[in-house]
């Protein structure tokens, strides 16, 4: 990141060479997103608190009440409604103190507070639910162990929160750890997805099932790695858009692209149609496949150690088709396929889970 000659100008030839070097020295803590976006704020307030409490344990001190940070993208003026205090400076260190603060914000430094010190979880939600703030994104370490993320607010049930266990061990992001992730994820915040479907009972997706997807894949993954990768989405990288990509801040760790494919039996209808567009099995799988190329482009082109295409499939009957074609057009590039199937009630999901015992003759002696 340099600073623009707008932004410097008249500071002189030197001082302006100090700023460039302190920015791009401090790079690696900034935001993988535009400033005021749900992202910058998650990555920022979820490291800065992840520090807070490694700061707190290094001190042998506990966190003596909760901190919980809400994204509202009209903080200014609800916090002036609400009658909270403005905090410019909270959040540039992680040795702030904390602990009973409840405050809202779209940046990675500063928010408004409110002004009472609020003691405990139930305090803290109550308060949350009176500024009309439970469906927002909220970020908030419970203690000096436990940092938790709900994406969709602390009142939404339609994902379950993102749980991040703190401790000093080396936060490890290898193969296996990511491959693990992202099975964590399909099964946590996917498999039974209620905020994917625009109809369940009639297998309609949302408008727009990718971007829905990135989205929460997005979030999670900010919420394990942001203290140690910078986790991106829409990577400019040669002639297209990478879905997400790791690129890790700190030694022996592994970089990646993820490239995001959606299988479904019907396109989603236009608003004004009624009539959902069938799509066949064969279109799926080529759809499917066309991911394998693109997913190997963009690790080679950014020369990144691993390459996933996770397919998020929406069709009827768990199709294994659509893993197996995937699976072998991906060996020759060395890409990871993942095929992730969301069903669409918990009786689906049982009877794949738990499927009922072959019948055969009966064992029972008369």
Known sequence: MKVSGTQTMGLGGALKSAIDAVLEEGAASLSVADAG??????????????????????????????????????????????????????????????????????????????????????????????????????????????????????????????????????????????????????????????????????????????????????????GKYSEVARVKVETVIGHGRADITLTPMKEKLISAVIELKVTRDFLTPRPGTLKPNPINLQSNIDWAKSGVSQTAAYRDDETLDAAYLCVYDFCAGNREEISKAVEEAAIPYNVIAKRYWVTASHVEHRKDRYPDPPTGPSTVKA
């Open 37 to 222: 976006t749900q992202t910058a704020f998650l990555d920022a307030w979820a490291r800065t608190l992840t520090e807070h409490a490694r700061y707190l344990r290094s001190k042998g001190e506990n966190l003596s009440a909760p901190a919980v940070f809400v994204y509202d993208e009209n903080c200014a003026d609800v916090g002036e409604e609400l009658g909270w205090t403005r905090r410019p400076m909270l959040g540039g260190t992680p040795n702030d103190p904390f602990a009973g603060t409840l405050a809202i914000g779209t940046g990675e430094i500063g928010a408004y507070a409110k002004p009472e010190y609020l003691s405990d979880t139930n305090v803290m939600t109550d308060a949350i639910r009176a500024a009309g703030l439970g469906n927002a994104l909220t970020v908030a370490l419970l203690s000096t162990s436990l940092l938790v993320i709900w994406a969709e607010g602390v009142d939404s049930d339609a994902s379950p929160e993102i749980r991040r266990e703190l401790d000093d061990a080396p936060v490890v992001l290898d193969l296996a750890a990511l491959d693990k992730a992202l099975d964590q994820f399909y099964e946590r915040s996917a498999r039974q997805s209620r905020t994917w479907w625009k109809d369940r009972e009639t297998r309609i997706t949302v408008e727009s099932p990718e971007g829905v997807v990135q989205n929460d894949l997005l979030h999670f993954l900010l």
